[in-house]
């Protein structure tokens, strides 16, 4: 308990019943101080009636359903927690037990230290164990890509789908020809190396996301993707608000970035299918893709549900949004967040799709995957390379070879034994 004067009146602090720390204050000295004495006079006994348990971090308190019991736990930070709402007191004293444990094993660490804030102090502290080489390979690394995808993440959250998000961005730059495997692959060794700092010297993070992602092999690899079967199952799989979407992405084999980026002035749809102009977030180039009349009619009835929403008939209204949420269960923003922004990215992989591929009982692979299915469905419809170039936006033919090539080559084997079972077929008719 203390009594003293605090800007310009006297305040008394002391902690009450619960262990709660209050204050009360006065204009004039006098009363604070008689009022401090009267909680000096009471009895020990009497202020111990009200106080918590039997002390060890573990405390009682009264609610309307009774007596209930809260712990206090020192975090990794240095900073205390408390928990409430425990029906008995050796369950509280158990879970601060256990909680105690893994700070001291360090599975929980508490900071708010962003992956942007530790970066630079990390480069700074590592160049003068590296080669000047090695160094300015690491801040190009984190310049061009880690930091642009990473910066305002917490330490604490960053995970494995964050890195494989990275993973899968980059993967995008490379099928359009601007970086090399070997770049991707770099960029993910370096993000391993600092994320081992701060694990092991920092201890920031209690393990590193980075050990679980793979990176890319030297030569070429089968890219995921759904086969013909697997697309309607997937498709029936898809939440109502995420289908027109899903459509989109494996009817026209866009980006996910340039998907969510499509304004009602991009499309141009008829009852015999369309075109959407995709405007590249890889360049500042833009192509024109063909779609059928199925995914036309799906773009034709999203643009009408758009139309419904404040500002969604304008030509520039984006065509892909998130509606406002009423109910915790719907999909969507909160009406404070306001109506008619862009889908998140994220929202759309790590929830959404995720949750496609579970209820299809389907493995799991990226949201990019649903780029690679359009490829494999054009050729596996006959359609040559340089159409799927032109539709993927490919700037060289090249690219698309590489990554569906063999696609292309299983149709041609398939052509031969057609050939033949149709001479067969005539033959038999003929007889």
Not at 280 to 307: H, Y
Request: glycine share 8%; charged share 30%; proline share 4%.
């Amino acid at each position: 308990m203390s009594c003293s004067l605090t800007r310009g009146t006297w305040e008394v602090r002391w902690r009450d019943g619960d262990g709660r720390q209050r204050s009360r204050r006065f204009d004039d000295e006098a009363p604070a101080q008689a009022f401090d004495e009267a909680i000096h006079d009471q009895k020990a006994k009497e202020r111990k009636q009200t106080s918590y348990g039997d002390g060890g971090g573990v405390y009682s308190y009264e609610t309307a359903q009774g007596k209930r019991w809260r712990c206090k736990v020192k975090r990794s930070d240095g900073t205390w927690t408390y928990k409430r709402g425990f029906t008995s007191q050796s369950a509280a004293a158990g879970w601060r037990r256990r909680q105690a444990e893994k700070v001291e094993r360090r599975e929980v660490i508490h900071t708010k230290e962003t992956f942007g804030g530790f970066w630079p102090r990390w480069l700074a502290r590592r160049k003068p164990y590296l080669s000047e080489g090695t160094w300015k390979a690491y801040e190009r690394d984190g310049r061009l890509r880690l930091l642009p995808a990473l910066e305002s993440l917490p330490l604490t959250r960053l995970g494995v789908d964050h890195v494989r998000d990275l993973v899968d961005e980059l993967a995008e730059s490379m099928e359009a020809g601007e970086i090399a495997p070997k770049t991707i692959n770099n960029t993910l060794g370096t993000l391993v190396v600092a994320l081992n700092g701060a694990v092991k010297e920092d201890h920031l993070m209690p393990f590193n996301p980075a050990l679980q992602v793979q990176r890319l092999p030297p030569s070429d690899i089968e890219r995921e993707y759904l086969r013909l079967h697997e697309i309607p199952v997937y498709l029936d799989s898809c939440s109502e608000l995420y289908r027109p979407l899903a459509e989109t992405l494996i009817g026209a084999g866009p980006r996910i970035s340039e998907t969510l980026a499509l304004r009602k002035m991009d499309l141009e749809l008829s009852e015999e299918g369309g075109v959407l102009v995709v405007h590249s977030t890889k360049s500042k180039k833009f192509r024109a893709v063909e779609i059928g009349r199925a995914l036309a009619k799906v773009l034709s009835d999203q643009l009408d549900r758009r139309a419904e929403m404040p500002g969604g008939d304008a030509p520039d209204a984006l065509v892909f949004v998130m509606p406002v949420r009423i109910r915790k269960r719907d999909m969507g923003r909160w009406e404070g967040n306001g109506d008619g922004g862009a889908m998140n990215r994220t929202t759309v992989s790590r929830d959404w799709h995720k949750a496609a591929l579970e209820d299809a009982a389907l493995r799991d692979m990226p949201l990019h995957a649903l780029r690679h299915t359009a490829a494999a469905a054009w050729l596996a419809a006959g359609n040559s390379l340089k159409y799927v170039k032109d539709q993927l936006g490919h700037s060289d033919i090249t690219t698309t070879e590489r990554y569906y090539g063999h696609l292309e080559r299983s149709v041609r084997l398939a052509g031969p034994a057609a050939t033949e079972e149709a001479i067969a077929r005539a033959v038999r008719l003929a007889a």
